[in-house]
């Protein structure tokens, strides 16, 4: 797994770099409408992407370290939503999201790092915010207890 | 170092590839490509390491080194406090907390989102996740109106 890991991350570091998206002026020609060329990679990405997945997960591909293949759909939730836009606040702000960041900061910039810093400090504190809101009461239940509450309660 | 890639290898060869990345570390390992929790894994070495997963800071690592390769064959690395057109605008004293403000929105929005451009925007849309569809819509469409406000409030400098 750790093999794993390094090969394909340094596979997407490589063609992030390459692409050039380690750059403040590429991201934010790209937020201001200004080129395609972002848009293009990410769609293309998808384009090629998406059709294999459908194909491995109907074949019911057995993967190399995990398993045979699931893919996560879950629904739509306020977090998601709510996340994205202060996501989207950030990195408009800074020009980068997570991955190019580390690009900028290896090609030189050393102003990068200081995103890089605030991004892992950011992290952290939304665990924590995360972890002080309380689960309802039957989540804190062994799953039996909870499965006789939620009964009792549908039929009372 | 002599230049062998260009600054900005096409989107028809870059895209491609990163559909292919994504595709491969799934049937590799079964998990969405995402850079936010390799973050995590590398704050949580310092703070609480039963949180860190070690598989996810050697894949951070890889980011770096993969990275740094390109860069190499594109003839860096180039140091410098130069940031484009936001270093042109404003001292390198305010660009700093501006750009520490913005990794604690990137980083906190992202984890609280479940993803960023790479888990949500490619991998999770990839895979037709409703959750990421709305995500990438969300922080897209979040991205472009402050940018755009951006430029707007700047006079046009940004």
């Known amino acids: ?156 | 170092m002599p230049q062998i890639l260009p600054d900005r290898t096409p989107w028809y060869i870059a895209g491609p590839l990163i559909g292919l990345i994504v595709v491969g570390f799934y049937a590799v390992t079964n998990r969405r490509l995402g850079v936010t929790t390799a973050y995590s894994s590398v704050a949580y070495l310092l703070v609480d390491r039963t949180r860190s997963e070690g598989w996810r800071v050697w894949y951070f690592a890889g980011l770096a080194a993969g990275a740094l390769f390109a860069t190499l064959l594109q003839g860096g690395p180039r140091f410098g406090v130069g940031y484009g057109a936001l270093g042109a605008l404003v001292p390198v004293a305010v660009l700093i907390p501006i750009l520490f403000g913005a990794g604690i929105l990137i980083g906190y929005g992202a984890r609280w989102s479940g993803g960023c451009t790479s888990g949500h925007g490619i991998s999770g849309t990839s895979s037709l996740s409703v959750a990421s569809l709305a995500a990438t819509a969300t922080f897209m469409a979040t991205a472009i109106a402050i940018t755009l406000l951006l430029r707007v409030v700047t006079g046009g400098a940004l």
């Open chain 1, 1 to 156: 797994m750790k093999a794993a890991g390094f090969g394909f991350g340094a596979a997407f570091g490589f063609v992030i770099t390459a692409a050039g998206l380690n750059n403040y002026d590429v991201i934010h020609r790209m937020l201001l409408l200004q080129e395609l060329e972002v848009y293009l990679i990410m769609a293309s990405a998808v384009a090629v992407a998406a059709p294999l997945l459908w194909v491995l997960e109907h074949w019911h591909f057995k993967t190399a370290l995990g398993g045979p293949l699931i893919i996560e759909r879950g629904p739509v939730r306020r977090d998601n939503v709510l996340g994205a836009a202060v996501f989207g606040a950030g990195w408009a702000l800074a020009g980068a999201c997570p991955g190019p960041a580390i690009g900028m900061a290896v090609a030189g910039s050393v102003p990068a790092l200081a995103v890089m810093g605030g991004l892992m400090t950011g992290v952290l504190a939304r665990d924590r915010v995360a972890g002080q809101i309380q689960p309802p009461e039957h989540a804190k239940m062994p799953l039996e207890a909870a499965q006789a509450t939620a009964a009792g309660g549908a039929s009372a």
